[in-house]
């Protein structure tokens, strides 16, 4: 499976999964409301086109873990010897960090095609197979509970 290589956070948050990014590509008004009130910000903000795009969501334009990668010349912290540095175990969302060190070590081990596939498998419903996001609590097509980092 081809990538996007502009979905292809540096920190490991997968933008193929990302809340925000969903409900900025499918227009979804109501998501977009919800989410503002979720992150802290306008409606009309939440839009992305992914980390590494022209256009990042507002929290993701200006971030150390990107900054560092790219003076360093990698693709991601999976590439890193220093991985977890002091710019993830600062990282102010504490969630947000879990996923990192979850998901960081399995993009060294898979490599980026493999684990792109295994993180669109992830986040996607054990009951009807629907494509979550991350923090998703319900699925949107069968409304069963689940809980995925
Ligand atoms: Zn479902």
């Not at 490991?12 to 910000?41: M, P, T, W």
Request: charged share 25%; net charge positive.
């Amino acid at each position: 499976m081809a990538v996007a290589k502009e979905l292809l956070a540096p920190c490991g948050l997968f933008c193929g999964v990302c809340s925000i990014r969903i409900a900025h590509v499918n227009n979804d008004a109501k998501f977009k409301e919800k989410l503002s009130g979720v992150y802290g910000v306008k409606p009309e903000d939440i839009q992305c086109e992914g980390c590494l795009s022209e256009t990042p969501f507002l929290f993701c334009r200006s971030c150390p873990i990107k900054t560092c990668t790219q003076q360093k010349g990698y693709a991601g912290c999976h590439e890193c010897a220093d991985f977890p540095c002091v710019h993830i175990e600062n990282f102010p969302f504490p969630i947000a960090k879990k996923v990192m060190l979850r998901a960081i070590p399995a993009w060294k081990e898979l490599g980026t095609e493999k684990w792109v596939e295994a993180e669109y498998k992830r986040y996607s419903c054990p009951q009807c197979g629907s494509a979550l996001f991350r923090g998703a609590q319900r699925c949107r097509s069968c409304k069963t509970e689940v809980h995925i980092d």
